[in-house]
């Protein structure tokens, strides 16, 4: 499986975002797609996910309802919409894929074994 995260960049206060995540390789045994991120200094943290085969969604703490993850199987592409951002969403972004298995704690990195690149996103006026 090989992931890449796109459409980072520069964005003011209180603006809006989509993140895209396209998935190549096979994925007949990607159980979940997530969304970390990590900022200058700070350890990577979970921020969504969604389950591949049923599109469930996950999200932490307080960011549902700022933040909507969606997928399109047909393009094999998932989304981060992030909206509302303030400069404490500035990081590097990255999405994953988690393979099947039980028990699937979706916000736990180690539970993710494909990994793309990170996309930044800089919240600023």
């Known amino acids: 499986v090989q992931l890449q995260a796109s459409g980072g960049g520069p964005v003011q206060p209180g603006g809006s975002l989509t993140l895209s995540c396209a998935i190549s390789g096979d994925t007949s045994d990607v159980l979940g797609m997530g969304w970390f991120r990590q900022a200058p200094g700070k350890k990577r943290e979970f921020v969504a996910a969604?389950?591949?085969?049923?599109?469930?969604?996950y999200y932490m703490n307080n960011r549902e309802g700022r933040v909507t993850v969606s997928r399109d199987n047909a393009k094999n592409t998932i989304y981060l919409q992030m909206d509302n951002l303030t400069p404490e969403d500035t990081a590097d972004y990255y999405c994953a894929s988690a393979p099947l298995q039980p028990d699937y704690e979706v916000d736990k990195a180690s539970e993710y074994n494909y990994w793309g690149k990170g996309t930044l996103v800089t919240v600023s006026s």
């Open positions: 969604i389950r591949w085969y049923d599109g469930a969604t």
